[in-house]
């Protein structure tokens, strides 16, 4: 009965969605962000909420390189804040970032930091963490809880410089190694000083400061839950002659169906993961086997932990940012990526990936 109860009001709700956004579109054109149960959800449909259109990449932005690039690039940005620096993050438990977070107080900048209490595995002392920095002068909040998780890494320096990532601030992640493992990450990292792609995703961190609804338009931002599934599957499909994809999950049925049929329509699909002692490779093992069904061509990484989250559409565009290939990634987290037309960024991006792509083994 609860089930059935369950079901008929999430249909309703759905209804009710539908009809007002006809009337919406027909009367006034108006953009809606829906987001109640059942809208855009689920491996099968497009997933998307709001900020629907793909955009064509940004230009002039930078990126560096784990495990190449250190925390250095972090710690400075950081240390050379003159006014804030917002900090929305799954992990934070490099020392010297802690640290560097600490003493930016001090100076007089607005410090704030949204981490996840509860990231999967335990991820360190999160509470503990909170504690130390608020002690510091530093405002300090858990994420919000009505995403699963928030598994975005991304940092906004002076309201001019936004960080959108595939590193955690954590020591594996910016160069280091940790664990009797001893494994450094593979992670990209970029830098855009854009003012439209700063003022949104400073939107979005306000809004998820506030416990409220994001409200932005940049076409070029990747946002879970509200527009990744879409933004993949759309960049997928508009392959003509290669796809490049580093990533650390390949765990959702949606997204590994449409990675086969672009290998079936003739674009060459070439996929790296991390290699089985990594820690998340065993729950990989059906997506691996669905993809390579459909003819791509799949390795794992023996020498980095692929922590990246990366894809390029034939040299001209690519994707950058937190998302995972799993559906509680897309649909459910928070989290944040963008899409990247910049030459340099792309050179960069297809050169570490093919130097990659060497070092891995067949999956």
Known sequence: MFHTSRKYKTGLISLTYLVVAALCILLAGCDINMSGPGIGTGSSGSGCQGNCTTGAGVQGVQVFVEPDAGEHPITDAITSAKKSV????????DRNVIRALEEAPNRGVDVRVMLEPHPFGGGGSPARTMDQLKAAGAKVEASNPSFSLTHEKGMI?????????TSNFSRSALGGSS???GFRNREYDIV???PQDVQAVSAIFQAD???????????NLVVSPVNSRNAFTTLISSAHSTLLVEAEEMNDPGIEQALANAEQHGVKVQVILPSPSGSGSSSNSNGIATIKQGGVQVREDPRLYMHAKIIVVDGQKAFVGSENISTQSLDRNRELGIL????????TLEQTFQQD????QGA
């Open 86 to 93: 917002w900090l929305e993050i799954y992990l934070l438990t």
């Open 157 to 165: 320096i002076d309201g001019t410089a936004a960080y959108i990532m």
């Open 179 to 181: 664990g009797s493992s």
């Open 192 to 194: 855009d000083t854009n």
């Open 209 to 219: 400061w506030d416990r409220t609804t994001a409200q932005f338009n940049d076409s």
């Open 340 to 347: 990247v037309s910049d030459a340099g960024v792309l050179h």
């Open 357 to 360: 792509w060497g070092d891995s």
